[in-house]
C-alpha cells in the first residue's frame, strides 16, 4: 500500500467541539467511515458520559471502535493501536477512508505511528496489581527511586505523584526487560503506521468552547448520566476502576454516594472538563502540520468545505507526482 493509500483524515480537537458532527458529514462526502479515538468510548453501557454516538448517527455512517469492552475491564493505548490500525487497514483495501475522530491525543498518536509496547496487553495483571500494591505500601518517593534505578530518563519526567505513570512505566520493564524510554526512542524512528492530514477544531473564543462545554453537562444529566453512573455500580462496577475515574462518572459516583449534593458533581463535572479541554489542546499544538479551523467562527458545512478541499488537493497533488 503507497502513501497515499494509507493516507487517513483525523479530526481532533477539545471535548464539545462538533467533532462528531463534522466527522459524519465528511464520511458522506470522501466515502469515509468513523474510527473513534476515544479512551472512554471503547466500554459497553457507558453511552451519555462519553458523549457517545447515537444510534441514528451509527445509521448515518458505521463507527467502529465502540463497545469493546465491559466496564471494568482493562484497555490499553497499545491495544488501542493494534485494533484500530487493523479497522483502518480493512477500510482502506474496501476503498473507504477512515476517518479518525476523538479527542484523546494519545490514542490519535499512537495509532498514526502504530506504536506498541510488545508483550506488555497479555499480561495477566499480576504484575500491575503488584507495583500498585508497592506504590500504596512504599509511597511514589519510593517508587518513583526504583524507576529512577533502571529508566532515569523517564523518572525525570515524572512526580511521585504520578501514580499510573510511574507504575506502568515500571510495568514496561518488569514484562519486556526493556525501559520504556528505549521503546518511545524505537517508536519516534520506526516510519509511522499512516499518514493523515490531521485537522484541528479550536475555539477563538475561549468562553465560547467552555458555554458549549455546560450546555453538554446539563444535556448529559437531562439525558440521564447519574442514572447512568447508577447502573454501572449496581452492575458491579469497582468505583475505583479506570472507567469510573472519567470525567462525570466519578463525580456523579460522589453524589451518589452522598459525598456531597448533586448539583455541587455537576459544577465540579463542568470544571473538570474545562480543564481537560485546556490539556487536549495543548496537545493537539504538539501536530505543527496539524490543518486548524476556527469551529467557533465555521458552522459543520463551512468546516467540512474547508477539509475537504484540503484533503482532495493533497490526493490530487500525491497522483500528480
Not at 77 to 93: D, F, K, M, Q, W
Not at 252 to 271: S, T, V, Y
Not at 277 to 303: G, V
Amino acid at each position: 500500500m503507497d502513501a497515499m493509500k494509507k493516507k487517513l483524515l483525523v479530526i481532533a480537537g477539545p471535548t464539545a467541539s462538533g467533532k462528531t458532527a463534522l466527522g459524519i458529514a465528511l464520511a458522506g462526502r470522501l466515502n469515509g467511515e468513523i474510527v473513534s479515538a476515544d479512551s472512554m468510548q471503547v466500554y459497553r453501557g457507558m453511552d451519555i458520559g462519553t458523549a457517545k454516538a447515537s444510534p441514528f448517527e451509527r445509521q448515518q455512517v458505521p463507527h467502529h471502535m465502540l463497545d469493546l469492552v465491559d466496564p471494568g475491564d482493562s484497555y490499553s493505548v497499545s491495544r488501542y493501536a493494534e485494533e484500530a490500525g487493523e479497522v483502518c487497514t480493512r477500510l482502506l483495501e474496501r476503498g473507504k477512508l477512515p476517518i479518525i475522530v476523538g479527542g484523546t491525543g494519545l490514542y490519535i498518536d499512537a495509532l498514526l505511528a502504530g506504536r506498541r509496547f510488545a508483550g506488555t496487553d497479555e499480561q495477566d495483571g499480576s504484575c500491575r496489581e503488584e507495583l500498585e500494591r508497592d506504590y500504596d505500601r512504599l509511597g511514589g518517593e519510593a517508587m518513583l527511586a526504583r524507576l529512577a534505578a533502571v529508566d532515569p530518563d523517564r523518572a525525570e519526567k515524572l512526580a511521585p505523584t504520578d501514580r499510573r505513570r510511574i507504575i506502568r512505566a515500571l510495568e514496561i520493564y518488569r514484562l519486556t526487560g526493556r525501559t520504556q524510554t528505549a521503546h518511545d526512542d524505537e517508536s519516534r524512528t520506526r516510519p509511522p503506521a499512516f499518514q493523515a492530514l490531521y485537522a484541528v477544531l479550536r475555539f477563538e473564543d475561549r468562553g465560547k468552547l467552555y458555554e458549549r462545554i455546560e450546555q453538554r453537562v446539563d444535556r448529559m444529566c437531562r439525558e440521564g448520566l447519574f442514572e447512568e453512573t447508577a447502573r454501572l455500580l449496581e452492575s458491579g462496577v469497582s468505583p475505583d476502576s479506570t472507567c469510573m475515574q472519567a470525567i462525570g462518572y466519578r463525580q456523579a459516583a460522589w453524589a451518589l454516594r452522598g459525598e456531597m449534593p448533586r448539583d455541587e458533581a455537576i459544577a465540579l463535572i463542568k470544571q473538570a472538563t474545562r480543564r481537560y479541554a485546556k490539556r487536549q489542546l495543548t496537545w493537539f499544538r504538539r501536530h505543527d502540520e496539524a490543518f486548524w479551523l476556527p469551529a467557533d467562527r465555521l458552522a459543520t458545512e463551512e468546516q467540512a468545505d474547508r477539509i475537504e478541499k484540503a484533503f482532495t488537493e493533497e490526493r490530487d497533488a500525491h497522483d500528480d507526482g
